[in-house]
């Protein structure tokens, strides 16, 4: 079964650092375009950062500089380190799998474009003191 | 701007049609995709490219483009629909954008 498990939530005090990690089931972490988005309770859904599978990044203005994305191919795992925490970076952290490359009537389309068909189940940060 | 706007609620008559729209610069050339999401749960992709479903999406979930809007129609609302919606494309930057969100009450 194609799946993805998100791990590593916590609670953690504004300014502290933790590191979320993403396991899939079925496919590889570094064959495919993967992305964080978080929840804020009651809120919506908020892209925080991707990874293509050529290893480029990309970050939302809202933790740029602050939180970084990665992937361990050996260990076949996701990573978000988040440092320097707010209490607006509390949220639910879902990880996410653009689906893969694909054609249809408009053409052929690759990663990037933030067709999300796999998530997990998410993991929850609470920043409070 | 790099934003996505969507209506916050949208109510339908069961087994009626309803049409949930997106609004963006970022659609003028990049598509949106669409996603269910239901409470307590991760979202799910609905739509996705110029109008795709993913396996085990019913096919009265379809959509459409046009400028700077995206369109998510329900072809015969069921019970089973009432949820959050929402829209995300990229833009030029290579960043993604989701929109506010839309809540279906089925009627």
């Known amino acids: 079964e194609v799946q993805l498990v998100e791990s590593g939530g916590d609670l953690i005090q504004p300014g502290g650092s933790l590191r979320l990690s993403c396991a899939p089931s079925g496919f590889t972490v570094s064959g495919n375009y993967m992305s964080w988005v978080r929840q804020a309770p009651g809120k919506g859904l908020e892209w925080v950062s991707l990874i293509y599978s050529g290893g480029s990044t990309y970050y939302a203005d809202s933790v740029k500089g602050r939180f970084t994305i990665s992937r361990d191919t050996s260990k076949n795992t996701l990573y978000l380190q988040m440092n320097s925490v707010r209490a607006e970076d509390t949220a639910v952290y879902y990880c996410?799998?653009?689906?893969?490359?694909?054609?249809?009537?408009?053409?052929?389309?690759?990663?990037?474009?933030?067709?999300?068909?796999?998530w997990g189940q998410g993991t929850m940060v609470t920043v409070s003191s | 701007s790099s934003e996505l706007t969507q209506d916050p609620a949208v109510s339908v008559a069961l087994g009626q049609t309803v049409r949930i729209t997106c609004q963006g610069d970022s659609l003028r050339s990049y598509f949106a995709s669409w996603y269910q999401q239901k409470p307590g749960q991760a979202p799910v992709l609905v739509i996705y490219g110029k109008n795709n479903r993913p396996s085990g999406i019913p096919d009265r979930f379809s959509g459409s483009s046009s400028g700077n809007t995206a369109s998510l129609t329900i072809t015969g609302a069921q019970a089973e629909d009432e949820a959050d919606y929402y829209c995300n494309s990229r833009d030029s930057s290579g960043n993604v954008l989701f929109g506010g969100g839309t809540k279906l009450t089925v009627l």
């Open positions: 996410a799998r653009d689906h893969p490359p694909y054609y249809d009537s408009s053409g052929y389309h690759t990663g990037g474009n933030g067709a999300f068909d796999i």
